[in-house]
């Protein structure tokens, strides 16, 4: 069965630098397009970056566009988020998540959720002084 399994966050001062691994398990890793999802307390499920299947292609919200970089290595069957430049609103419980077809590109746009069809339990990310 498809296990998602996110790990890396932690307690961070503002400005600092966090790296979030998600394993994956049980699915071909190397033919799906893949995405990193946060939920921040008392709010909604926020698409936060998506990468090509292949890793050629990376898109990100404009609210971490410059600050979060994400890549996999398919070899490893394993996604990354690199966060720079932590902010206090960054404080989220991060998710990775799998479409529920092979995509080559991520599904991102609109309310993209009714497209993914597994994430991992996710790893938390508090962003504090």
């Known amino acids: 069965q498809v296990q998602l399994v996110e790990s890396g966050g932690g307690l961070a001062q503002p400005g600092g630098s966090l790296r979030l691994s998600c394993a994956a398990s049980g699915f071909t890793f190397s033919s799906y397009a893949m995405s990193w999802a946060r939920q921040a307390p008392g709010k909604g499920l926020e698409w936060v970056s998506g990468i090509s299947s292949d890793g050629s292609d990376a898109y990100y919200a404009d609210s971490v566009k410059g600050r979060f970089t994400i890549s996999r290595d398919n070899a490893k069957n394993t996604l990354y988020l690199q966060i720079n430049n932590l902010k206090p609103e960054d404080t989220a419980l991060y998710s990775c998540?799998?479409?529920?077809?092979?995509?080559?590109?991520?599904?991102?746009?609109?309310?993209?959720?009714?497209?993914?069809?597994?994430w991992g339990q996710g790893t938390q990310v508090t962003v504090s002084a």
């Open positions: 998540a799998k479409p529920s077809r092979p995509l080559y590109l991520p599904p991102r746009y609109g309310n993209p959720w009714d497209r993914y069809d597994s």
